[in-house]
């Protein structure tokens, strides 16, 4: 069995969101949620929240983490990027439980839509494959080749991408997707190399998830969308 490591970066200050980590959805901690996951799916040997926050340490705590360390400040800053926080908690993990991780599972807090059949398929994929990450995303609602256009240093607008002969129907187009933030794969050669701070590489691969999956809460408008679909029982998690 693989030593595997499962970080949940919750840092303090979301300015979407006040708090938003550890708001309560539904009567329940927006963090415990993915906690409980992680739980279930039961294959980690550290289930580790990484925070610079008292408040969401002890929060974390109480519906079963681990929070052996507080995140450094420069790691939790609006402009801090998140593999070096997630390279950091690695580092301290292996110095504090004596294990050496073959990789790292990130899940967000923000991003809930999982189950543990998406952790199992992740798994699955990348132990079958071996790339230096893997991360969930969702089919996206605009095609970059199609009605996606950018803005020209004079002003006017072209299409993002072009196809030889152009596109007429959507359906003709090559399918992308959108990082939904919500599962990381990260392989210890990734993580091993400090020179790389995207999660994107030269050899990375994609799990596509439902489209309810797209929802990472990010403004109070997505928070109370997210609250009306578990209301009304559209989605489960």
Known sequence: MANILITICARAGSKGVKGK???KLLGTPLIAYTIKQAKEWGKANQIVVSTDSPEIAAIAKKYGAEVPFLRPKALASDTAAKLPAIRHALRTCEELYGIKY???VDLDPTAPFRTKKDLDNCYKLFMNRGPKSLFSVVRARKNPYFNMVEE????WVKQCKKLPG????????PPVYD????IYFISRELLDDERQ???ITDRSLIY??????A??????RDFTFVEYLFKKGVVKI
């Open 102 to 104: 073959d990789f790292v």
């Open 215 to 220: 929802f990472d809460i990010d403004s109070e």
């Open 21 to 23: 980590n550890i708001r």
């Open 208 to 213: 596509v998830m439902d489209d309810y999956a």
């Open 197 to 199: 701070n995207s999660i």
């Open 152 to 155: 020209t240093r004079n002003g």
């Open 179 to 182: 990082l939904n933030a919500s």
């Open 166 to 173: 152009g596109v007429v129907r959507r359906q003709d187009t």
